[in-house]
């Protein structure tokens, strides 16, 4: 039973990070507390693990996007919380290290993968973060392999 609903929820976050990518929604307005732009690759995934941690679903969808900005640039709040919510419950964690970076092949000097060790429930996980930067030269975070951490082994 445990192995089908791990299955159902990494159907369901699957479908919410492919939406991620998808197009613009009216009403997309950034809240008025957005944070100061992550001026590194590693800066970017810290602060967002520790957001996640925190539950600031909102402040997490600001360091979350593309080379053209933010989520909260483009989408709705409550679209942005709902995604942030299914990233934050998978990435709950005792503990993360963050290992290194490496250029990704045909991508550019923009964009980098970040290596992170999680542990969760005293299992450790390697789960790569795909970092950008975007316009603003701050740094996002465009992807997170959650599979990484709901696969059954």
Do not use: H
């Amino acid at each position: 039973m445990r192995s089908r609903r791990i299955r159902s929820l990494s159907l369901v976050l699957l479908a919410t990070l492919a939406a991620c990518g998808g197009a613009a929604t009216a009403g997309g307005a950034a809240p008025s507390s957005a944070p100061a732009p992550a001026q590194g690759p590693t800066e970017v995934v810290e602060r967002f693990l520790r957001l996640a941690a925190s539950r600031s679903y909102l402040q997490m969808g600001q360091l979350f996007g593309t080379l053209e900005g933010p989520i909260t640039n483009r989408d709705p709040e409550p679209q942005v919380e709902r995604r942030m919510f299914a990233i934050a419950n998978i990435l709950q964690n005792e503990r993360f290290v963050i290992r290194g970076q490496q250029a990704i092949p045909g991508r550019g000097l923009e964009t980098l993968q970040i290596a992170v060790q999680i542990t969760q429930q005293g299992k450790v996980k390697e789960v790569p973060f795909v970092v950008v930067r975007a316009g603003n030269g701050g740094w996002l975070v465009e992807q997170v392999d959650l599979q990484a951490l709901t696969r059954v082994q």
